[in-house]
């Protein structure tokens, strides 16, 4: 039998990597490991795709034709046309992993849809991220099937967006291989922390954090907050908070920091905080739990679906709870030592191998669904 020829949309491993990303690096490498595909990638940009080559597994081959991401995007949200082959060449399925899939002559269409931000909260979306319902909605008018990283998001896509149930596939990402130990968490970041990892954005809720650290510092005098992710568009009300916060100079903001430092970091932290206000699924308490580290999350979104009775889980907004989780996990060495056995055992629930098996079997139902 052939090998199902699948092109891949990759431009998430370009610069600087966030969730998507590395969903993109642990399904593609897992689904080339896997083997029975032949695997393209091709990123919508027009500089950055000459780099892509170096950024993925053995066993996916590069596309490296220019695709002029703006343009493109602007053009699919309201019309079927250019195809994918253009760029690819005859393929089976093409999987946009990050809410835009192109039309295509022949091949069956998948876009991951991560999360419904842009409808659910569209105060907390961009500009460039209020499209994406929009191409959604146009791939589901083309046919095309939805993956999402949870239940919870299936649900709301075919909520929010009318889709066929029947064409909305959930499947769980792995949890990230953590690098040996080798890096350190760097200048400024010592004594016990709390631990934030993210994108400084709206959806994230660090200023709740910072005021429920702020409520519990003076009970845990050589406490710190650490907060890690690159800068987005919650920078300012993130800062307002440190700068009101009677504990601001125990907040060390580090920007953002590469998978070996992410993972010095976590190795080295009392206790991970994931405010998040929405989420579609959750890497990091997943990454968190696999290294042994609790976690005081919300019960935004998909996080209850993905964390189970791993974490302790606060409502989303609740400063004055969230607070008390901290300290409650801080202070009490027994429930840490439970919360870390249970987070190893629901991290262990979730591998990339999980994935790409999924993956796979989506992209072979598409192709016997018309």
């Given at each position: 039998?052939?090998a199902?020829?699948?092109?891949?949309?990759?431009?998430?491993?370009?610069?600087?990597?966030?969730?998507?990303?590395?969903?993109?690096?642990?399904?593609?490498?897992?689904?080339?490991?896997?083997?029975?595909?032949?695997?393209?990638?091709y990123a919508?940009?027009l500089?950055?795709?000459?780099?892509?080559?170096?950024?993925?597994?053995?066993?996916?081959?590069a596309?490296?034709?220019?695709?002029?991401?703006?343009?493109?995007?602007?053009t699919?949200?309201?019309?079927?046309?250019?195809?994918?082959?253009?760029?690819?060449?005859?393929?089976?399925?093409?999987?946009?992993?990050?809410?835009?899939?192109?039309?295509?002559?022949?091949?069956?269409?998948?876009?991951?849809?991560?999360?419904?931000?842009?409808?659910?909260?569209?105060?907390?979306?961009?500009?460039?991220?209020?499209?994406?319902?929009?191409?959604?909605?146009?791939?589901?008018?083309?046919?095309?099937?939805?993956?999402?990283?949870?239940?919870?998001?299936?649900?709301?896509?075919?909520?929010?967006?009318?889709?066929?149930?029947?064409?909305?596939?959930?499947?769980?990402?792995?949890?990230?291989?953590?690098?040996?130990?080798?890096?350190?968490?760097g200048?400024?970041?010592?004594?016990p922390?709390?631990?934030?990892?993210?994108?400084?954005?709206?959806?994230?809720?660090?200023?709740?954090?910072?005021?429920?650290?702020?409520?519990?510092?003076?009970?845990?005098?050589?406490?710190?907050?650490?907060?890690?992710?690159?800068?987005?568009?919650?920078?300012?009300?993130?800062?307002?908070?440190?700068?009101?916060s009677?504990?601001?100079?125990?907040?060390?903001?580090?920007?953002?920091?590469?998978?070996?430092?992410?993972?010095?970091?976590?190795?080295g932290?009392?206790?991970l905080?994931?405010?998040?206000?929405?989420?579609g699924?959750?890497?990091?308490?997943?990454?968190?739990?696999?290294?042994?580290?609790?976690?005081?999350?919300?019960?935004?979104?998909?996080?209850?679906?993905?964390?189970?009775?791993?974490?302790?889980?606060?409502?989303?907004?609740?400063?004055?709870?969230?607070?008390?989780?901290?300290?409650?996990?801080?202070?009490?060495?027994?429930?840490?030592?439970?919360?870390?056995?249970?987070?190893?055992e629901?991290?262990?629930?979730?591998?990339?191998?999980?994935?790409?098996?999924?993956?796979?079997?989506?992209?072979?139902?598409?192709l016997?669904?018309?």
């Amino acid at each position: 039998m052939n090998a199902l020829r699948v092109a891949v949309d990759a431009t998430a491993l370009l610069g600087e990597r966030t969730g998507v990303g590395t969903f993109v690096a642990g399904a593609l490498g897992a689904l080339a490991a896997g083997g029975g595909l032949d695997l393209s990638a091709y990123a919508l940009s027009l500089r950055g795709r000459t780099a892509l080559a170096a950024l993925l597994p053995a066993g996916v081959r590069a596309l490296d034709r220019p695709m002029a991401a703006g343009a493109l995007l602007r053009t699919w949200a309201r019309a079927d046309t250019p195809p994918i082959e253009w760029w690819t060449g005859p393929v089976d399925v093409v999987h946009g992993t990050n809410f835009c899939v192109p039309p295509a002559r022949g091949a069956r269409q998948i876009v991951t849809v991560h999360d419904l931000t842009p409808l659910r909260f569209p105060e907390l979306a961009t500009g460039a991220t209020r499209i994406f319902p929009t191409l959604v909605r146009r791939a589901l008018a083309r046919g095309a099937h939805v993956h999402t990283p949870s239940a919870f998001v299936a649900a709301e896509v075919v909520e929010l967006l009318g889709a066929d149930p029947e064409r909305v596939h959930p499947v769980h990402h792995g949890v990230p291989v953590q690098p040996a130990a080798g890096a350190t968490a760097g200048p400024g970041v010592e004594g016990p922390y709390v631990l934030a990892l993210g994108t400084v954005e709206p959806r994230k809720g660090l200023p709740d954090l910072v005021a429920a650290f702020d409520a519990i510092a003076g009970a845990f005098p050589e406490l710190r907050l650490v907060v890690a992710g690159p800068d987005g568009w919650g920078v300012e009300a993130f800062q307002t908070a440190v700068d009101r916060s009677a504990a601001s100079s125990r907040v060390v903001r580090v920007g953002y920091v590469d998978q070996a430092r992410a993972a010095a970091l976590l190795r080295g932290a009392a206790v991970l905080a994931f405010p998040s206000l929405y989420e579609g699924f959750g890497l990091p308490p997943l990454e968190a739990m696999a290294a042994g580290v609790p976690v005081v999350a919300t019960r935004a979104g998909a996080l209850p679906e993905v964390l189970g009775d791993a974490a302790c889980l606060v409502p989303p907004g609740d400063r004055e709870a969230l607070g008390e989780a901290l300290a409650h996990v801080l202070g009490d060495d027994e429930v840490r030592a439970g919360m870390v056995a249970r987070g190893r055992e629901q991290a262990a629930r979730f591998s990339w191998e999980q994935c790409a098996a999924g993956l796979t079997a989506l992209y072979r139902q598409a192709l016997e669904v018309h």
